[in-house]
Nanobody, 124 residues
Framework: QVQLVESGGGLVQVGGSLRLSCAASGSALSSYSMGWFRQAPGKEREVVAAFSRRGARTYSGDFVKGRFIISRANGANTVYLDMHSLKPADPAVYSC?????????????????WGQGTQVTVSS
């Protein structure tokens, strides 16, 4: 089973950018459907962006509006989330997730492997 470790979170000003990384070990990420999810205090976990194993399906949350980009570097066995134009509504713990098979790209329960998460804070 793949192990995932996120990094890159931190404090950024409104309108700023961050790159989150999700490094994998134990298996090649190219075999997995991948997703970034986020959870703010008192709120349910929601999908930020995700893609299926071969990239045939992709999904981005309505709130993304082109600001965030998910990508995969197979050589580095890493998935990234590039976040731009960060807003006061974006702070949360961001987690990456992987699964060999998913029914949907939007349901956290469809993903089997999870990282520990990285905190993103946005200051105004």
């Amino acid at each position: 089973q793949v192990q995932l470790v996120e990094s890159g979170g931190g404090l950024v000003q409104v309108g700023g950018s961050l790159r989150l990384s999700c490094a994998a070990s134990g298996s090649a990420l190219s075999s997995y459907s991948m997703g970034w999810f986020r959870q703010a205090p008192g709120k349910e976990r929601e999908v930020v962006a995700a893609f299926s194993r071969r990239g045939a399906r992709t999904y981005s949350g309505d709130f993304v509006k082109g600001r965030f980009i998910i990508s995969r570097a197979n050589g580095a066995n890493t998935v990234y989330l590039d976040m731009h134009s960060l807003k006061p509504a974006d702070p949360a713990v961001y987690s990456c997730a992987a699964s060999l098979y998913v029914s949907t790209l939007t349901t956290p329960g469809d993903f089997v492997s999870w990282g520990q998460g990285t905190q993103v804070t946005v200051s105004s």
